[in-house]
């Protein structure tokens, strides 16, 4: 039987420099997306003069066409591999980048952001990329490094965005265009294929095989483990969109800050974000396992989520940001290595892309909550007065709830997916 790395070597793939390729295209691609996302509120409510129930709604645009395009990216790499699909999704952001600088209205705004979610399979090809390129064992680690990677993106992108976005807002999308298009110039110059013409022959035979022991029947994919997953997939980026999407409002609103102490903030967080992914992902794993890091990673996000609502003052923001980082890091690193584990290594791009599909729908609902309990000032439930915080704070705090209760299932049916404590540090110590 021919070893991984002996297969990394036939398909000439170096997985240290397709890792080094593969990180260069991310940051890029994070930077001019971290870039926007804190200018939308502004950019909706105070150049154009629309409610800010509308922000909701821009936001919800782009993931609603990513929720329909990401799987047809993911099976479309599939077939014809990871890096014409990888390129056909940058010339799209750059483009779409491009329509936002120059939009004149919130018709145009939307548009972009439609585009945007059209071409929007970067995410599940990158991660099927990182599938093809490691093997099960070690592909936590990878993926907290590649969320480390995602952090260097989200440190600079809001600082950049915020302050060059207080000057001018149409200066960060022609920033973030111009970022697109070295994405595009670094994969096609230094990204090596991982799955080349041979590699997807050797694909669509094992899927013959398959059918043939199955007396024809198809192989399913989406088997229950994987919608397990997939719902635990959802909760955690729900939760993330639900205090990332709101988050400049709530900055500018609550606190009487701006725009750039918003940089400021996701600033901090994207370092800690490096520290938890890059350097303490590897050590804590080792140490403690997938599950006990994952439980304790929910347990911290839901403590956040109930002190949310009564942080009143600026610097509380510096209690609530490190242990919603590490909620943040972990669980859904671990959440993405056990759904890539649901399935073999000939189907990571359609589960990739059912991945995204989650992170899609949960991208479509939280922002439109948050931005409907900001426009509640106050509401009586049951004779109790709660603010739009409270309602935040809460809700977030229920998705945990069922998250930990999912994850608990996955747990006891599907243990020998989650890997074991000091098991990870002697496999390929090399790639670490």
Same mark, same amino acid.
């Given at each position: 039987m021919e070893n991984h790395k002996e297969k990394l070597e036939r398909f000439n793939i170096n997985q240290k420099s397709a890792m080094i390729a593969i990180s260069l295209c991310i940051f890029v691609d994070v930077l001019g997306y971290s870039m926007i996302l804190p200018l939308l509120p502004n950019i909706v409510n105070d150049v154009y003069g629309e409610p800010v129930f509308l922000i909701g709604i821009v936001i919800a645009s782009n993931a609603a066409t990513a929720l329909i395009f990401a799987p047809i990216w993911g099976k479309l790499s599939d077939l014809y591999g990871r890096k014409p699909i990888l390129l056909i999704s940058q010339a799209g952001t750059f483009m779409s980048f491009l329509l936002l600088g120059f939009s004149n209205s919130l018709v145009v @705004? !939307?548009?972009? &952001? @439609?585009?945007? #979610?059209?071409? #929007? #399979?970067? @995410?599940? !090809? !990158? &991660?099927?990329? @990182?599938a093809d390129i490691t093997e099960s064992e070690t592909r936590s680690t990878q993926m907290g490094r590649f969320t480390g990677i995602m952090a260097f993106g989200m440190i600079f992108g809001p600082a950049i965005g915020g302050l060059m976005g207080y000057i001018y807002w149409r200066i960060p999308p022609f920033i973030a265009s111009a970022l697109s298009l070295i994405s595009i110039l670094l994969t096609v110059m230094i990204l090596a294929e991982s799955m080349p013409k041979e590699r997807i022959l050797e694909r669509k035979h094992v899927i013959t095989l398959h059918k043939k022991e199955n007396h024809g029947r198809k192989q399913k994919t989406l088997t229950r483990v994987v919608w397990l997953r997939l719902g635990q997939f959802f909760f955690v980026s729900f939760i993330v969109f639900m205090f990332n999407s709101s988050f400049s409002e709530v900055i500018q609103t609550r606190y009487g800050l701006n725009l750039a102490h918003v940089g400021i903030f996701a600033a901090i967080a994207g370092i800690l974000m490096i520290l938890f992914g890059i350097f303490l992902t590897k050590p804590l794993i080792s140490k403690h396992g997938e599950k006990k890091i994952l439980i304790l990673s929910i347990i911290s996000g839901i403590f956040v989520s109930l002190l949310y609502p009564f942080m009143n003052d600026a610097w509380m923001l510096f209690v609530f940001v490190t242990p919603f980082v590490f909620s943040n890091v972990f669980s859904k690193t671990i959440t993405m290595t056990t759904l890539s584990r649901?399935?073999?290594?000939h189907n990571q791009g359609i589960v990739n892309g059912w991945g995204m599909n989650m992170q899609s729908i949960s991208q479509i609902i939280a922002p439109i909550i948050a931005y409907l309990y900001l426009d509640t000032s106050m509401l009586n439930i049951s004779a109790l007065m709660v603010d739009s915080y409270f309602l935040l704070g809460f809700t977030s705090a229920m998705a945990m709830l069922i998250l930990l209760l999912l994850v608990l299932i996955d747990i006891k049916y599907f243990s020998k997916d989650y890997q074991q404590p000091k098991l990870i540090k002697n496999l390929y110590p090399e790639t670490f």
């Open positions: @705004i !939307i548009t972009s &952001r @439609i585009l945007d #979610g059209v071409f #929007g #399979g970067q @995410i599940p !090809i !990158i &991660r099927a990329y @990182i649901g399935v073999d290594e």
